[in-house]
Nanobody
């Protein structure tokens, strides 16, 4: 079965950190670019980061630049999103996809909930 599964979401206080995981099964993730996206209640899904499959270059949304880092663990067929200095506005369901262009993707998983609150 070909799928991506997100995990690692939790309730965390402002200023805290979380590491999200996106693990692939049924295919090798190293062959694909990987985007992280998030959707807050009442808002549209937005891009958070993307990592290239060619040279592992990364791009980030301005709202997370300097706080979030995405990286690959090829041995685990997983891409991570390390989130530091979390803010309440980072609260959302986080999703991953094998694209940096969400309008091209139609296999969204369950996502993982991140809640930043004191």
């Amino acid at each position: 079965q070909v799928e991506l599964v997100e995990s690692g979401g939790a309730l965390v206080q402002p200023g805290g950190s979380l590491r999200l995981s996106c693990t692939a099964s049924g295919f090798t993730l190293i062959s694909y670019q990987l985007g992280w996206f998030r959707q807050a209640p009442g808002k549209e899904r937005e891009g958070v980061s993307c990592i290239s499959n060619k040279n592992n270059s990364t791009v980030y949304a301005n709202s997370v630049k300097g706080r979030f880092t995405t990286s690959r663990d090829n041995a685990r067929n997983t891409v991570y999103l390390q989130m530091n200095s979390l803010k309440p506005e980072d609260t959302a369901v986080y999703y991953c996809a094998t694209t940096c262009k969400p309008w091209e993707y139609d296999s969204w998983g369950q996502g993982t909930q991140v809640t930043v609150s004191s």
